[in-house]
């Protein structure tokens, strides 16, 4: 108990020190601010944000040790009494996120998509309410930044314009409108103050994790709060959204024209948009993983899942230049323009992106390094694999650690030469041995996060949001993203070494080595036909067994 006091009182002290600290720090800013009035109501929420952060964070770590005290490791009673505390603290920081709103959610939504490193129970807990409760502002609120920002309310500048909101998220809100010239327009709409409070919300996030990294070694968040310093102000500037559409666009007109016509990013309207305030043309269209409303377009899951597949694999390996919060809510699906339905009725899938606000550029070392190292994943090529994740900086020791959590397979599946050694079945014994993966290894795991370059950090981000996209659509162990990411990152390799060839044996070299790898992965292919059909006859031949039983 007095182990249990002291810890509680360090953690109370932090507490209202840290608050008192914010309040100092808030009193400054209201001296020198041009609006006092709209400073003061911000400092006196700043610090009740981190009072709340403080005493959350105190509570969860006082759970954990006290909790879990006197209890042998590897004991069942530990393990049962562990899980509890996990789901006891998820609960505690969702109600964090959603009371502090801004970064909070932001964060809880990151957290949401770690899957390799978090305990299920904030996965379970985190991962759906993070993206489908987001608050909203009032519409009082979307009128004060609307005219701050265009210089009028919104029936003013809009011939037309909707009060209820018809997606909110962590920094923003959209409203459909329509202009004076008729066109009917979606207005995304900045949260108030997020840009006033941010700085101070980090700075209160960076000064608890780093204490209770302190205190408890073991956790170590650190990583995660740099990438939200560095990507917050960013994805808080409209109009480095707005340009970022554009370049993505540009991106696949240039290095990738055989699917540019299949990927599409809503217009900008730049005489209606400011750093807060975005106007974009209204996309229709469904949620990427509504199965309902892609059956009602006539186009095929299996499509959609190639084609989002594709897109991303350029962005990574040709464009250097990637979308990195692809989650359901930012793709929609509808069909291409003009174009008539197939022999079977079916109709070409065109993927519209939204929110390009968080982007991540790779330059040519590391994009290379990153295609080549999903090359050797997907063949299974031991060597590569090695060599590649040490050269983004895994060390000799974490390469094997660094595959599994790419591609969420254990070393031994993951150089298996089989052609589906990279499919997830998605039953219940396959995920909780990536549970157990990822707490047996959770020290190494964070060790390793701290050696990546940070633009990987969000390439595994990436890579979860995909993989949840991807099992929506198409509900069974899949193998053919994998194929497609092979090709795609094969390709990029080719292209750059095609950029250094410096003579004419160099290019047979090339050549030959692009022929080769198409006939390997036309193989693959084929072998990957032949499984599908084989498991679909065995289901279809024990269905029809189990018809038969039932008539004897």
């Given at each position: ?489 094969s390709e990029a390799l080719i292209d750059e070494k095609l950029l250094h060839a410096k003579s004419v044996f160099s ?36 269905k029809h067994y189990t018809k038969s039983l039932a008539y004897i």
């Amino acid at each position: 108990m007095a182990v249990a006091r002291s810890i509680w009182g360090a953690k109370s002290k932090l507490a209202f020190a840290a608050t008192a600290l914010a309040a100092g720090a808030g009193a400054v800013a209201v001296a020198k601010s041009d609006d006092p009035a709209a400073s003061i109501k911000i400092c006196t929420t700043v610090p009740v944000r981190l009072f709340r952060l403080s005493f959350t964070a105190a509570t969860i770590a006082f759970d954990y040790e006290y909790s879990l005290l006197g209890l042998p490791e590897d004991s069942i009673e530990r393990k049962r009494v562990k899980s509890e505390v996990h789901a006891r603290s998820a609960r505690r920081l969702e109600e964090l996120c959603f009371k502090n709103g801004g970064i909070y959610i932001k964060l809880g939504q990151h957290i949401g998509q770690l899957e390799y490193l978090v305990p299920p129970e904030y996965i379970n807990t985190l991962r759906e309410s993070m993206l489908n409760r987001c608050p909203t502002s009032s519409y009082d609120q979307v009128c004060q930044v609307v005219k701050k920002e265009l210089g009028g309310a919104p029936e003013e500048i809009f011939e037309e314009f909707d009060p209820v909101p018809i997606a909110s998220a962590s920094l923003a809100q959209v409203h459909v409108a329509r202009t004076h010239q008729g066109e009917k327009v979606a207005v995304k709409v900045q949260h108030m103050h997020m840009t006033d409070t941010a700085a101070a919300d980090y700075a209160t996030v960076e000064l608890i994790v780093n204490t209770l990294h302190r205190l408890f070694p073991s956790f170590d968040y650190r990583w995660l709060v740099d990438e939200v310093r560095d990507s917050l102000p960013k994805e808080l500037d409209f109009l480095i959204e707005a340009k970022n559409s554009i370049k993505c666009m540009d991106n696949f007109r240039r290095l990738s024209p055989h699917i540019a016509d299949y990927v599409y990013a809503p217009a900008v309207y730049w005489n209606l948009s400011t750093t807060k305030l975005l106007t974009m043309e209204f996309m229709d269209g469904a949620q990427v993983n509504d199965l309902k409303s892609i059956q009602k377009l006539g186009v095929s899951p299996h499509d959609i899942a190639t084609l989002v597949s594709k897109t991303f694999a350029e962005m990574m390996f040709k464009h250097g230049f990637v979308h990195c919060d692809p989650h359901a809510a930012n793709l929609l699906i509808r069909t291409m323009p003009s174009h008539k339905r197939g022999i079977f009725g079916r109709r070409k899938p065109q993927l519209v992106l939204l929110d390009h606000g968080l982007y991540k550029e790779l330059d040519v070392s590391t994009r290379t390094n990153y295609a080549a190292l999903w090359k050797a994943l997907v063949l299974a090529d031991a060597n590569g694999i090695k060599e590649n994740c040490m050269k983004l900086g895994a060390g000799e020791d974490l390469y094997a650690l660094f595959a599994g959590i790419l591609t969420m397979r254990p070393w031994n599946r993951v150089i298996d030469p089989a052609v589906d050694h990279l499919a997830i079945q998605g039953n219940a014994g396959d995920h909780s041995e990536l549970q157990m993966y990822a707490s047996l290894y959770f020290p190494q795991i964070t060790e390793l996060l701290h050696k990546l370059p940070r633009v990987i950090l969000l390439m595994l981000k990436t890579n979860d949001c995909l993989r949840a996209v991807n099992n929506a659509l198409v509900q069974r162990p899949s193998v053919e993203s994998f194929i497609i990411i092979g090709r795609v990152s094969s390709e990029a390799l080719i292209d750059e070494k095609l950029l250094h060839a410096k003579s004419v044996f160099s290019l047979l070299r090339i050549w030959l080595e692009e022929v080769s790898l198409e006939v390997r992965f036309g193989i693959m292919q084929m072998a990957l036909w032949v499984l599908q059909f084989r498991r679909a006859f065995t289901l279809w031949t024990g269905k029809h067994y189990t018809k038969s039983l039932a008539y004897i």
